[in-house]
């Protein structure tokens, strides 16, 4: 049995017959996917749409939208998007080349692509998403792409810059400019844990989702040594801004945790790569 949010892309598609005038293009899979599939989002959460075609057509995308005024169309780096609100609930459909599919997969499994690039995301959806067209496709897609691999790309990446953070963060500190070390510290914090996450499958990069991330790990794995939304909660308490000689002493706390997750992170990949 189909669920609602599959049904209710089906019922797009085939109402403006999207596969059918795209034709052109060549689409070869489309699939649904956000934070809703994920267990992140709620019934207000956007639906996301991912359509795989081999070349854009500007004039067919075009005459699309004038035929169809409720949509909208733009583009975003390597991307085409097309936004409607059907329903009630907004429907996100990216457009997105096949090549550049394969070249970011394989850029993946050759651990040289970084997290802040923008099919990071692509992939990450990926997981959870759900095929309404060209299953094929998108199952062999899934089959090809090293997730291993993948779990690795923010931890080698934090990895390269935790050392200038950490040197960036002790220069404020010894200048006495303790609300900064104190911020910037904070920051390292989120960053160790975002790593150490994504060791543990948990590769969602929006910021937003940071703490169901931790509640989900900690829901799976009660044994863990850290208590991600304990440590995360200690760095905020008892925090007064204009109080030197506690941003001092906390700034200091948390650089102890930011080592010990770091230090564990090394380890892991160790034993992954």
């Known amino acids: 049995m189909l669920d609602k949010n599959k049904q209710d ?5 085939k109402k403006y017959r999207i596969i059918e005038r795209f034709e052109k293009m060549s689409p ?5 996917a956000g934070s809703i599939y994920e267990g992140f989002g709620n019934r207000r959460s956007d639906l996301d749409v991912f359509l795989v075609v081999d070349y854009f057509d500007f004039s067919i995308l ?3 939208v004038l035929d169809n005024n409720k949509f909208s169309l733009y583009k975003a780096g390597k991307k085409v998007i097309l936004t409607v609100t059907e329903n009630e609930k907004d429907f996100d459909i990216e457009l997105h080349l096949k090549d550049n599919i394969s070249f970011y997969c394989k850029r993946i499994n050759d651990l040289k692509m970084s997290p802040e690039n923008i099919y990071y995301d692509f992939f990450h959806r990926l997981k959870f998403a759900e095929p309404v067209f060209g299953e094929d496709w998108f199952y062999d897609l899934k089959e090809t792409l090293n ?8 931890p080698l990446t934090y990895q ?5 953070k950490v040197t960036d963060i002790l220069g404020e500190f010894e200048q006495e400019n303790f609300i900064t070390s ?16 994504s060791l543990h499958g948990e590769t969602n990069p929006k910021k937003k989702w940071l703490i169901k991330k931790i509640q989900r790990f900690s ?3 009660p044994e863990s040594e850290f208590d991600l939304l304990k440590i995360l909660d200690s760095s905020y308490q008892n925090v007064n801004l204009f109080d030197d000689l506690g941003l001092k002493a906390k700034t200091l706390d948390i650089m102890r945790q930011c080592q010990k997750l770091n230090y564990d ?3 892991l990949v160790s034993e992954v790569q």
Request: charge should be negative.
């Open 265 to 267: 992170c090394e380890k």
């Open 219 to 221: 829901l799976q794995n």
């Open 28 to 32: 070869l899979s489309a699939f649904v």
């Open 147 to 154: 997730y291993q691999h993948f779990n690795l790309l923010s």
């Open 160 to 164: 390269m810059q935790y050392g200038l």
């Open 62 to 64: 075009e005459q699309f």
């Open 182 to 197: 104190y911020r910037n510290a904070m920051l390292l914090l989120e960053d160790c844990i975002n790593s150490f996450l």
């Open 9 to 13: 892309i089906l019922a797009l598609f």
